[in-house]
């Protein structure tokens, strides 16, 4: 028995990990941020001749973090042990404060270590996550507020032309336009496709109101954070007086347990959202787990080819963020990556772990 528990457990040998600044290819804004670059930090984690890969969209001080930190704190560890590497990387940001940069350092590197252990098992990840369904919907998400009706038009409506039956726009940073940039969105669509909308905290309670029921005019199913995120009891009286058949979600900021658990104890959002790259793909299950146990319906935030093994493994999935920018570097830098069929995305099951590999010759211009 000693030589078969010795056996099955493999020492983790090295974490590497570098950062990655990839310019947008044009000016981008939302209701409350504007940007022109996405840096994507990725981690690779080594043990018994397989090497696994993860990654968060973070600052570059993420990267730094990961190297003097969490590397020394998982190494020598049980690959296949992956949740006590996880309770010893948080354990080890106590006095740095966990929320932002240091548990994106730890998302990415327990990203990685999930990608390892399914490759020393020879399996996709979703496969040893246990499989609830072989495809997730996806919506398309952009629709910026820096970017002209024209060029809104024609990215969502390009979308729905593509076979994708639900797309997200930015709202918020102008408020006196953004009844004719809805309008203009729906025009490109039609009527039959689901159009979401969010304004990233940018409207006081009160506008946020009135702009419920200006966009359900508008066929709108879907207001992501009208108010702050920070706000429950705004989002709760937005979710209690919103109109039927608008969902009010939040939850992309969550890094912890206790953020999404707070969230849903006040009764702030029809459907959560969580991110895999903020609070890693362990902290994902288990808010997974939190949405199964209140009947609530869970939506993976951004970083689809991140999202999509576990999204294809949880009970209670609404959708998987198709956002153009991470979609745009994960096509330019990731061997794998996943194409939308019939507005959905699919395992390659032929892969194991996540089914990507970082193409460095592609990357390296791109390097910090």
């Not at 974490?15 to 941020?33: N, Q």
């Not at 609830?132 to 820096?146: E, K, L, N, Q, W």
């Not at 506008?207 to 966009?215: S, V």
């Not at 979609?327 to 089914?355: K, N």
Request: charged share 25%.
């Amino acid at each position: 028995m000693a030589d078969e528990e010795q056996r099955a457990s493999v020492p983790i040998e090295r974490i590497e990990v570098a950062a990655y600044t990839v310019p947008t290819d044009r000016p981008e804004s939302d209701g409350t941020l504007a940007w022109r670059e996405t840096t994507l930090v990725v981690v690779h984690a080594s043990a018994g001749g397989e090497r696994g890969l993860g990654y968060t969209y973070a600052d570059v001080a993420t990267a730094r973090l990961v190297a003097d930190r969490l590397a020394g704190v998982v190494r020598g560890r049980d690959a296949m042990a992956v949740p006590g590497a996880w309770a010893a990387m948080v354990s080890s940001v106590r006095n740095l404060g966990r929320p932002g940069i240091a548990q994106m350092a730890i998302a990415a590197v327990d990203a990685a270590l999930w990608d390892l252990k399914a490759r020393l098992l020879a399996l996709p990840l979703a496969t040893l996550l246990g499989m609830a369904r072989d495809r997730a919907p996806i919506y398309g998400s952009g629709g910026f507020t820096s970017y002209t009706e024209a060029e809104l038009a024609e990215q969502l409506g390009g979308w729905v032309s593509a076979g994708i039956p639900r797309v997200k726009m930015k709202v918020g940073r102008d408020p006196d336009a953004d009844l004719a940039r809805v309008r203009a969105a729906r025009r490109a669509i039609g009527q039959d496709a689901a159009l979401f909308v969010d304004a990233n905290g940018a409207y006081s309670r009160k506008q946020a109101l009135a702009f419920a029921e200006r966009f359900a005019g508008e066929g709108v199913r879907w207001f992501e954070e009208p108010v702050t995120s920070d706000d429950l009891d705004g989002l709760r009286l937005l979710r209690g007086r919103a109109p039927a058949g608008m969902d009010i979600a939040a939850g992309e900021y969550g890094y912890d347990l206790v953020y999404f658990r707070r969230m849903l104890d006040a009764g702030a959002v029809d459907v959560l959202q969580a991110d895999a790259s903020r609070c890693g793909i362990t902290g994902f299950l288990a808010a997974a787990a939190l949405c199964e146990a209140r009947s609530l319906d869970l939506s993976c935030h951004c970083a689809p080819s991140l999202h999509l093994h576990p999204a294809c493994a949880v009970q209670r999935l609404a959708h998987i963020e198709f956002f153009h920018d991470h979609v745009r570097i994960e096509r330019m830098l990731f061997e794998g990556a996943a194409a939308p069929a019939g507005g959905a995305l699919a395992p390659d099951l032929a892969r194991s772990g996540m089914g990507i590999s970082l193409r460095r010759a592609d990357a390296e211009r791109f390097a910090v």
